[in-house]
Structures are given as C-alpha cells and as structure tokens.
C-alpha cells in the first residue's frame, strides 16, 4: 500500500493469527465485512482512523505496529556526533532538516548495553535506515550529563510513544551542539554566583544568536567522589589540595571543573596544589570507575553516580540542571510531549525517588 508516496506494510494477519482469530471473527469484532479485513491484509485498503484503532484495540497492539511505514532504503546529508565504529551502528534523530548520527559504539560501562540500531552508515556518509521516517521525524536528541534525563526519555515513552535519545556532554558540549542545530535539547547544570543565573548566562554566552527557552528540569548534588569510608578524610576542596589525594578532573568547559576553580579561588588555592588536576576525565561515570579500581582518590560527579559504584561523597553544591530549548522547535511533536512530562506528578515522583536530587523546581519556566 502506499500512502503519500510512502509505501506502508500492514501487519494484521501476524496478530491475527496469534490471537487465533479467523478473517471472519475479526471481521465481526471490528464491525466489518470479511472483504474488508482480507483486503487490508492483501494490502489493497487503508482503513480509516476508527477501525484502524478498533482494530489496535482488538489485537492488542498499537496502529503503529499494524501499519508500518517503510523508510527509504538510505538517507544522506547526515552530521555524525562523532566518528562512528566500524559497524557503522548508529541512533538515528532529525533536527529541522538535518540528519543526525549517533555512533553505538562507546557502549556506557557500567552495565554494558546495546541497543539496537536505527540505520547503518554506508560509503560517502549515506544511511541504510531501519525505522520509518515519521518516527525518526518525531525523535528527539536531547545532550546533556544529567543522569536523570534518562528516566525522562522512559516516561515519554510510556505516556506518548515519543522516542528520545539522550547522550553525555557536557554544559558546554550540550549548549554549542544545539546551538549548531546538532540537538533539540540541551541540558545544563551552570553554577549561579551573586545574582547571576549561570544557566542563562552560560547560553547568553554560547548562543547570543538563538531564541531560547529555559525549563528546570532538576536540583541535585554535586561534590566529589571518594573510596568507600573515605580513608583519607576528605571534606572540603581544600583536602584536595594538600597533594595528599589522587585526583581526576573533569575537561575544560564542563560545569563542575568551573565549580572546582571556583572553590579553588575563593580559599586562594592555586590549581598546581592539587596532584592530578590536569590529569581528565570526560564523564561522572568514568571519573567513578577510576576511584573504584583505585586508580583515583577523589573525582567530580554527583551523589545518585557515587551511590551507583559503591562509593561516598562528598557534598559541594547544589545546583538546577536546566533543559535548554530553541524557541523554533516548542511545536515539535517530542518536544511537546516533554514539555507536557515536565508538568506531570510522574517525573517529581521519579526524581524524589533518586538519591541527591530535588523536583521541587522541575517544570518550571526559566526564561522564555
């Protein structure tokens, strides 16, 4: 069948079958004629919105799932986040225009996870893609090092059937890629001093040029991440920087090395006093595993990463991870949906649930 140039496969005689239901059967379920039913499966017919959904509900499946529309076998024109393996597994998402890439190779460890991929890079940066292109329409990008932004990606999922692929960056990396339209969404953890608000600063800075919108998505706790006990008895910056500890940084740019500087500054510390400090990590995660072989004494992260690799913390700040929006993408189908998530009882209660973090202030309307 095709629809609009696009050519969609209907999926009816394998649920059918397995709900053991004959043409006739379903045909009355439905309130069709036999005719009817065997002409959508032979493909001949496209229902209109109500039987298609009497029959989603019948068969116990989504209408998404009975017809599918089959993207072109390759695309072109695609940005890659970074280089991809030599699979050329990719996720897949569309910012306006422009294809976007997402290589599956960096597995995150731990736990080791594939995932299954969207399409295939093929020579000269084509795409073999594997899912129709309405869904890879409604998918959305979202860059950002908060934890937490993947059990936003889940309660999308489970309320609208919206797909959300979140990857690790940093403020900086987050706010640049969506100010390039590499992203629809940016997720911030900018420390605030004085009056200043450090995530509106921050994107005033990066992206002077963009419409924007600011919504706080969570509150948690940042610091350092020490051995189990903390033998060496670390509680302030200043422990760090006795030369005592092994310390592991975060890269340039990322909010919570600006928050060590800081901290750093206002004790009148110089960053040569702490052994490590150009010695760089580029995620919570591996700054993690690096106390727990004990190859590390201390590193940034937050208290839910410490928690996860068995290991204490040590408090530093508090701080509201921002997710950062361009004006042009609010009438975005996902973005919508997250929009509307960000409102809702489920995330707070998410959130609440997590060690480190407060909802008090998700959903509401930074700037825009």
């Not at 998918?139 to 979202?142: A, N, Q, S, Y």
């Given at each position: 069948m095709t629809s609009g140039g696009e050519t969609i496969r209907?999926?009816?005689?394998?649920?059918?079958?397995?709900?053991?239901?004959?043409?006739?059967?379903?045909?009355?379920?439905?309130?069709?004629?036999?005719?009817?039913?065997?002409?959508?499966?032979?493909?001949?017919?496209?229902?209109?919105?109500?039987v298609a959904?009497?029959?989603?509900?019948?068969?116990?499946?989504?209408?998404?799932?009975?017809?599918?529309?089959?993207?072109?076998?390759?695309?072109?024109?695609?940005?890659?986040?970074s280089e991809a393996g030599a699979a050329g597994r990719l996720s897949l998402a569309q910012v306006r225009e422009k294809l976007i890439g997402i290589p599956l190779h960096d597995a995150q460890i731990p736990p080791f996870k594939l995932n299954a991929a969207d399409g295939f890079l093929l020579a000269d940066k084509k795409i073999d893609c594997q899912i129709p292109r309405a869904q890879l329409a409604k998918?959305?990008?979202?860059l950002g090092c908060d934890p937490a932004l993947s059990v936003l990606n889940g309660l999308m999922a489970r309320v609208a059937g919206i797909r959300a692929h979140t990857v690790f960056a940093s403020s900086r990396q987050a706010l640049l890629s969506v100010n390039k339209g590499?992203?629809?969404?940016?997720?911030?953890?900018?420390?605030?001093?004085?009056?200043?608000?450090?995530?509106?600063?921050?994107?005033?800075?990066?992206?002077?040029?963009?419409?924007?919108?600011?919504?706080?998505?969570?509150?948690?706790?940042?610091?350092?991440?020490?051995?189990?006990?903390?033998?060496?008895?670390?509680?302030?910056?200043?422990?760090i920087a006795t030369g005592r500890a092994r310390f592991v940084n975060r890269e340039e740019g990322a909010a919570l090395r600006k928050l060590l500087d800081t901290q750093l500054s206002r004790h009148g510390l110089p960053?040569?006093?702490?052994?490590?400090?150009?010695?760089?990590?580029?995620?919570h995660s591996e700054g993690a595993?690096?106390?727990?072989?004990?190859?590390?004494?201390?590193?940034?992260?937050?208290?839910?990463?410490?928690?996860?690799?068995?290991?204490?913390?040590?408090?530093?700040?508090?701080?509201r991870c921002d997710l950062v929006i361009p004006s042009d993408l609010r009438d975005h189908p996902g973005i919508t949906v997250l929009l509307d998530v960000l409102q809702s009882s489920g995330i707070r209660k998410e959130l609440g649930?997590?060690?480190?973090?407060d909802p008090s202030d998700t959903g509401k309307m930074i700037f825009g």
């Open positions: 209907c999926t009816i005689k394998e649920y059918r079958r397995r709900k053991g239901l004959s043409q006739d059967e379903l045909a009355h379920l439905i309130g069709v004629r036999r005719q009817a039913v065997y002409d959508m499966e032979a493909g001949r017919y496209l229902p209109n919105t109500a959904l009497r029959l989603a509900r019948t068969l116990g499946c989504t209408v998404e799932m009975l017809f599918i529309e089959d993207a072109p076998a390759e695309l072109g024109n695609i940005h890659l986040l998918t959305i990008l979202m590499y992203a629809h969404v940016a997720g911030t953890h900018y420390h605030s001093f004085g009056s200043t608000d450090g995530n509106i600063e921050a994107v005033r800075t990066l992206s002077p040029d963009m419409g924007y919108l600011i919504i706080a998505f969570s509150v948690q706790e940042e610091g350092l991440m020490v051995a189990p006990e903390n033998p060496l008895g670390i509680r302030t910056v200043e422990d960053s040569s006093t702490v052994r490590g400090y150009t010695e760089e990590v580029h995620s595993m690096r106390v727990a072989s004990d190859t590390a004494d201390a590193a940034l992260g937050l208290r839910i990463v410490a928690e996860s690799f068995g290991l204490d913390f040590v408090s530093l700040a508090v701080t649930s997590l060690p480190g973090y």
